[in-house]
């Protein structure tokens, strides 16, 4: 199929959805698919620019900033985006492209009037993939009241969503939020798995052997450092294993909070605690193979349902993981049925020290552990599956 892909995250950013749409973009192209990324950029003077990425058309279209700025002007910049990458993709060699189906990935909330143009001009399907139900994990937050910033933000959602053939949410427990949207005509919705490609192997730059804490067991942390994280109950384990010299904490990403916490961490006399900036996606594997255990961690005020990229990357490498998440999260489900690591969801650093200090007992007596990690990411996040069904959608009666 002709295809294209709407986002506003991919490669050179290293984010875990840039990573995610890289791996998808290079699948459609290993089966057989043509291609093309749309992407805004803020940072171009051209109205466009075409490239060529692992087989696969890129074309970043000038846009207002919406990354690394206040609120408002985000809000302003990501309401102008579509109008603005649509003005500019009209005046590209890509304007009489006919596409046999539209794909676009949420966040952002606002592709929807781009989405909707390209559909109508060539009368093909659209493919939303939900991996952030916005506004709502907001209010959840606590960051946003039900106002009119609310009402606002969730028209646009709907909006979106409305234009949509197929939504695909990354789990069973999200498909309730969508259930009204469902019942309209021609509508499907379904459970599309996260997915992460096989990353290249390169030398990780963090070596642990060469820090304090070298010879331990260490629990690895890699990603966003942000409010929908809470990371700070993982300051509050790491003070409960201070005086224990086989284990110690490594975090690694960058965000609104990561400052802070290794602040916070200094303050605390934490020396079973190494910060260090993000990586590159390649590194990630060698980096875990140093480490003993992955974290995940999630504001507990959360109400959705969210399987972090992070945690694909910690099975994709045999790590079991240690996660604290909101109460009913289907991950804690998923954890416990496949015998992969420890889940605490009550947001309580006794009952997470409990389940670290079982975690680390099993990791010395079950042989078995890495390889139910690895193979639970061959069975269910296959990069592969997820183009195939996504093809699927758009192909069902066109």
Same mark, same amino acid.
């Given at each position: 199929?002709?295809?294209?892909?709407?986002?506003?995250?991919?490669?050179?950013?290293?984010?875990?959805?840039?990573?995610?749409?890289?791996?998808?973009?290079?699948?459609?192209?290993?089966?057989?698919?043509?291609?093309?990324?749309?992407?805004?950029?803020?940072?171009?003077?051209?109205?466009?620019?075409?490239?060529?990425?692992?087989?696969?058309?890129?074309?970043?279209?000038?846009?207002?900033?919406?990354?690394?700025?206040?609120?408002?002007?985000?809000?302003?910049?990501?309401?102008?985006?579509?109008?603005?990458?649509?003005?500019?993709?009209?005046?590209? +060699?890509?304007? =009489?492209?006919?596409?046999?189906?539209?794909?676009?990935?949420? +966040?952002?909330?606002?592709?929807?009037?781009?989405?909707?143009?390209?559909?109508?001009?060539?009368?093909?399907?659209?493919?939303?993939?939900?991996?952030?139900?916005?506004?709502?994990?907001?209010?959840?937050?606590?960051?946003?009241?039900?106002?009119?910033?609310?009402?606002?933000?969730?028209?646009?959602?709907?909006?979106?969503?409305?234009?949509?053939?197929?939504?695909?949410?990354?789990?069973?427990?999200?498909?309730?939020?969508?259930?009204?949207?469902?019942?309209?005509?021609?509508?499907?919705?379904?459970?599309?798995?996260?997915?992460?490609?096989?990353?290249?192997?390169?030398?990780?730059?963090?070596?642990?052997?060469?820090?304090?804490?070298?010879?331990?067991?260490?629990?690895?942390?890699?990603?966003?450092?942000?409010?929908?994280?809470?990371?700070?109950?993982?300051?509050?384990?790491?003070?409960?294993?201070?005086?224990?010299?086989?284990?110690?904490?490594?975090?690694?990403?960058?965000?609104? =909070?990561?400052?802070?916490?290794?602040?916070?961490?200094?303050?605390?006399?934490?020396?079973?605690?190494?910060?260090?900036?993000?990586?590159? +996606?390649?590194?990630? +594997?060698?980096?875990?193979?140093?480490?003993?255990?992955?974290?995940?961690?999630?504001?507990?005020?959360?109400?959705?349902?969210?399987?972090?990229?992070?945690?694909?990357?910690?099975?994709?490498?045999?790590?079991?993981?240690?996660?604290?998440?909101?109460?009913?999260?289907?991950?804690?489900?998923?954890?416990?049925?496949?015998?992969?690591?420890?889940?605490?969801?009550?947001? =309580?650093?006794?009952?997470?020290?409990?389940?670290?200090?079982?975690?680390?007992?099993?990791?010395?007596?079950?042989?078995?552990?890495?390889?139910?990690?690895?193979?639970?990411?061959?069975?269910?996040?296959?990069?592969?599956?997820?183009?195939?069904?996504?093809?699927?959608?758009?192909?069902?009666?066109?």
């Amino acid at each position: 199929m002709r295809l294209v892909l709407i986002a506003d995250t991919f490669p050179p950013l290293r984010t875990s959805g840039a990573v995610q749409l890289r791996d998808l973009s290079r699948e459609f192209a290993r089966q057989g698919h043509t291609l093309t990324v749309l992407l805004p950029n803020a940072d171009q003077r051209e109205l466009w620019k075409l490239e060529e990425v692992d087989g696969v058309q890129v074309a970043r279209l000038r846009a207002p900033r919406t990354k690394d700025i206040g609120y408002v002007r985000r809000t302003l910049g990501e309401c102008l985006m579509p109008y603005a990458m649509l003005r500019a993709y009209c005046q590209s +060699p890509l304007a =009489d492209e006919r596409w046999g189906g539209v794909i676009w990935y949420a +966040p952002s909330i606002f592709h929807g009037p781009l989405a909707q143009a390209l559909k109508r001009r060539s009368g093909c399907k659209g493919y939303l993939i939900v991996r952030d139900i916005f506004p709502e994990w907001a209010v959840d937050m606590g960051l946003m009241g039900r106002g009119l910033p609310y009402r606002f933000f969730d028209a646009v959602a709907r909006y979106q969503y409305s234009v949509a053939d197929t939504i695909g949410v990354q789990t069973p427990g999200n498909e309730a939020y969508f259930m009204r949207w469902k019942q309209g005509l021609g509508r499907k919705l379904e459970v599309l798995q996260n997915w992460l490609d096989k990353p290249a192997q390169r030398p990780c730059s963090i070596r642990i052997v060469d820090t304090p804490l070298a010879g331990r067991k260490v629990f690895v942390y890699a990603g966003n450092m942000g409010v929908a994280q809470g990371m700070d109950i993982v300051l509050d384990l790491a003070e409960r294993f201070a005086g224990r010299q086989d284990v110690g904490f490594v975090l690694v990403g960058r965000g609104r =909070d990561a400052k802070r916490l290794a602040s916070s961490a200094q303050n605390r006399g934490l020396n079973n605690v190494l910060f260090f900036d993000e990586i590159d +996606p390649d590194e990630i +594997p060698d980096l875990y193979a140093q480490c003993s255990v992955g974290i995940v961690a999630l504001d507990p005020r959360h109400k959705s349902h969210n399987i972090p990229g992070k945690f694909l990357t910690y099975m994709q490498s045999g790590l079991p993981v240690l996660a604290n998440v909101n109460a009913g999260n289907d991950l804690a489900d998923l954890i416990r049925r496949e015998q992969i690591g420890r889940a605490c969801e009550t947001n =309580d650093v006794n009952a997470l020290e409990a389940l670290a200090l079982d975690l680390l007992a099993q990791v010395d007596r079950d042989a078995e552990l890495p390889q139910r990690c690895k193979q639970l990411f061959e069975r269910q996040f296959s990069v592969a599956q997820a183009v195939r069904q996504i093809v699927a959608a758009l192909e069902q009666d066109a």
